[in-house]
């Protein structure tokens, strides 16, 4: 079984800054892409940066110039270091994964964790 396990999540104020951690673990041949996402009360789930094998980047706009995300494929790691927060930042922040498991197929599963609680006050 894969997991994945965030931590990192917390609450600050305004203009102030949060780092998120995910890690993958399980059997695991190779990770495509990593991602956070983030869901707000009455909101849908929304991607918030996500990160390719290559180390492309996307993130939503309301994050851009704020958020930057990374990974560490030696320790199937990504994180999302948050600076400048708002109070629309405020969510239950998911990690996402796509990973496949085994060498000889080209399959990867969609994962997701526990989510981790940020709240921006303001």
């Known amino acids: 079984q894969v997991q994945l396990v965030e931590s990192g999540g917390g609450l600050v104020q305004a203009g102030e800054s949060l780092k998120l951690s995910c890690a993958a673990s399980g059997i695991i041949f190779s990770i495509n892409d990593m991602g956070w996402y983030r869901q707000a009360p009455g909101k849908q789930r929304q991607l918030v940066a996500r990160?390719?094998?290559?180390?492309?980047?996307d993130y939503a706009d309301s994050v851009k110039g704020r958020f930057t995300i990374s990974r560490d494929n030696a320790k199937n790691t990504v994180n999302l270091q948050m600076n400048s927060l708002e109070p629309e930042d405020t969510a239950v922040y998911y990690c996402n994964a796509h990973i496949r498991r085994v060498s000889y197929s080209y399959i990867a599963t969609e994962y997701w964790g526990q989510g981790t609680q940020v709240t921006v006050s303001s």
């Open positions: 990160i390719r094998s290559g180390d492309s980047t």
